[in-house]
């Protein structure tokens, strides 16, 4: 149970990341800005990753692994 919940915390540190672009073009209403939300979905894939260490089938982790890696067009990894 303590697993889950530090792979828990982890996804969602590295959702909030990963997200951080869309977030703010939302909020502020400014553009999209792809080449940064590349960046933060690079920079949220070792965080995924530390989630999947703690919990190896913690099916959220997962699939935000997955969405990082299609985000940077890395479909194989995504599938993976």
């Not at 672009?21 to 979905?41: G, P, R």
Request: hydrophobic share 40%.
């Amino acid at each position: 149970q303590n697993k889950i919940a530090q792979a828990s915390r982890l996804v969602l540190q590295g959702k909030t990341l990963a997200n951080r672009e869309v977030e703010k073009s939302i909020k502020n209403k400014e553009k999209y800005n792809i080449e940064q939300s590349k960046k933060d979905a690079e920079n949220a894939i070792p965080i995924f990753l530390e989630a999947l260490d703690i919990a190896s089938d913690f099916a959220p982790a997962w699939f935000e692994l997955g969405n990082a890696y299609y985000e940077l067009n890395k479909y194989k990894d995504a599938i993976r």
